[in-house]
């Protein structure tokens, strides 16, 4: 049977690609040592699959389809689209694993979800910024899982929850015996195109923290969904760091770092949950 | 309140030649969309305080991206229209 072996969290700032040349030394240093020991851990796990969580940016979805959640079925993903992406992948594919993409998107059907799906994805920089990070030799497949956090509304924390919670469900029904690694990529605070752009909210990323270090599932929905009215836009992709926490079923949270990095403009942060063998 | 047309303009500018299409064809571009006379018109005019309410914000960093004007400029220029509630929320 498959079974999940860690679960993780980063953020995906376009910056950190489109500026990387020209950050200043101690930013560019910060992501790198950090990026690093995400990777390091990461692939310490030896796992064959990624599931990652991130959101769709204009790039797959626009106002005619715009799906709550959304799973990569497909044996192979088309590489980021984005101009600032194409030195790091240069139109590169990516590949899936339409086993394990199909199971979840079965059983979450099963579950009384209902998900989208997709055989071929664009993979935005939303998941192509993390793992052109973690520097992977041989990139295991990945299973991309989209939410909408683009235009409202949005899944609710509260379902982004249980969304986590199926996942690892539907990993450990599968049948193959794969050793499976979750990660959410986003957040945390960041204001983009709207009148508070720039704006980093660290207290709105300290308590992020303290809820996923410390608070039982009610508690964590019941705070995100109230603070999310009162934060920059980006916060809403701390969604992809609750299904990371469900999938982990709420235990071993770990901060690997935070900071806020006006540079990029985002609360910048990557968190593991340690998951009992 | 969501404007369509709007927002598929600028999402349909995303190509690689958005920027040179923008710039020495944009009346032809506009024709090709339902815009109101009112959009169509902020669009003439990089009219950014009209477009705010009605596109979505990572269309509008794109936009703006498009326009030339980097991180700062994006910024400053959004500020612009900031409200008293969130200029204070903003500043704690």
Redesign the interface.
Same mark, same amino acid.
């Given at each position: 049977m498959a079974k999940l072996v860690g679960s993780f969290a980063a953020s995906h700032a376009p910056n950190i690609a489109r500026s990387w040349d020209t950050l200043q030394d101690d930013t560019r240093d910060w992501l790198t040592t950090r990026y690093d020991e995400l990777g390091k851990r990461v692939k310490a796990l030896e796992p064959d699959v990624l599931v990652i969580h991130s959101n769709d940016h204009w790039i797959n979805f626009f106002l005619e389809n715009m799906p709550a959640f959304l799973i990569g079925v497909g044996e192979e993903h088309d590489g980021p689209p984005e101009p600032f992406m194409q030195p790091i992948f240069n139109g590169c594919t990516f590949p899936g694993h339409a086993g394990l993409g199909s199971h979840l998107l079965e059983f979450a059907m099963e579950a009384d979800f209902d998900p989208a799906y997709s055989h071929r994805i664009k993979v935005d920089h939303g998941i192509g910024i993390p793992l052109w990070r973690m520097g992977f030799d041989i990139l295991p497949p990945v299973v991309p899982v989209f939410l909408n956090l683009m235009e409202e509304p949005f899944p609710t924390p509260k379902r982004c929850l249980a969304w986590g919670h199926m996942i690892r469900q539907a990993i450990e029904a599968y049948p193959e015996d794969l050793r499976v690694v979750v990660l959410g990529t986003g957040g945390l605070s960041h204001s983009i195109g709207e009148t508070t752009m720039g704006w980093i909210d660290e207290p709105f990323d300290h308590a992020c923290i303290d809820l996923f270090k410390n608070a039982p599932d009610d508690k964590i929905a019941s705070e995100l969904a109230r603070m999310l009215t009162e934060t920059g836009n980006g916060g809403a992709e701390v969604r992809s760091w609750s299904v990371a926490h469900g999938a982990a079923d709420g235990q071993g949270f770990e901060m690997i770092d935070y900071i806020p990095m006006p540079e990029t403009l985002i609360g910048c942060g990557l968190a593991e949950w340690k998951i009992a063998a | 309140m /969501?404007d369509?047309w709007a &927002?598929?303009l600028v999402?349909e500018l @995303?190509g %690689?030649d958005g920027r040179d299409q923008w710039t020495n064809h944009r009346v032809e571009i506009l024709s090709r969309y339902a815009l109101t006379p009112k959009i169509e018109q902020a669009f003439i005019n990089d009219d950014i305080g009209t477009l !705010?309410p009605v596109i &979505? %914000?990572?269309?509008?960093?794109?936009f703006?991206l498009m326009l030339g004007y980097d991180?700062a400029k994006? !910024?400053a220029v959004?500020?612009s229209? @900031? /409200?008293e509630e @969130?200029r204070k929320?903003?500043n704690g």
């Amino acid at each position: 049977m498959a079974k999940l072996v860690g679960s993780f969290a980063a953020s995906h700032a376009p910056n950190i690609a489109r500026s990387w040349d020209t950050l200043q030394d101690d930013t560019r240093d910060w992501l790198t040592t950090r990026y690093d020991e995400l990777g390091k851990r990461v692939k310490a796990l030896e796992p064959d699959v990624l599931v990652i969580h991130s959101n769709d940016h204009w790039i797959n979805f626009f106002l005619e389809n715009m799906p709550a959640f959304l799973i990569g079925v497909g044996e192979e993903h088309d590489g980021p689209p984005e101009p600032f992406m194409q030195p790091i992948f240069n139109g590169c594919t990516f590949p899936g694993h339409a086993g394990l993409g199909s199971h979840l998107l079965e059983f979450a059907m099963e579950a009384d979800f209902d998900p989208a799906y997709s055989h071929r994805i664009k993979v935005d920089h939303g998941i192509g910024i993390p793992l052109w990070r973690m520097g992977f030799d041989i990139l295991p497949p990945v299973v991309p899982v989209f939410l909408n956090l683009m235009e409202e509304p949005f899944p609710t924390p509260k379902r982004c929850l249980a969304w986590g919670h199926m996942i690892r469900q539907a990993i450990e029904a599968y049948p193959e015996d794969l050793r499976v690694v979750v990660l959410g990529t986003g957040g945390l605070s960041h204001s983009i195109g709207e009148t508070t752009m720039g704006w980093i909210d660290e207290p709105f990323d300290h308590a992020c923290i303290d809820l996923f270090k410390n608070a039982p599932d009610d508690k964590i929905a019941s705070e995100l969904a109230r603070m999310l009215t009162e934060t920059g836009n980006g916060g809403a992709e701390v969604r992809s760091w609750s299904v990371a926490h469900g999938a982990a079923d709420g235990q071993g949270f770990e901060m690997i770092d935070y900071i806020p990095m006006p540079e990029t403009l985002i609360g910048c942060g990557l968190a593991e949950w340690k998951i009992a063998a | 309140m /969501t404007d369509y047309w709007a &927002n598929k303009l600028v999402f349909e500018l @995303q190509g %690689p030649d958005g920027r040179d299409q923008w710039t020495n064809h944009r009346v032809e571009i506009l024709s090709r969309y339902a815009l109101t006379p009112k959009i169509e018109q902020a669009f003439i005019n990089d009219d950014i305080g009209t477009l !705010i309410p009605v596109i &979505n %914000p990572y269309l509008m960093r794109f936009f703006l991206l498009m326009l030339g004007y980097d991180d700062a400029k994006s !910024i400053a220029v959004l500020e612009s229209f @900031q /409200t008293e509630e @969130q200029r204070k929320r903003v500043n704690g």
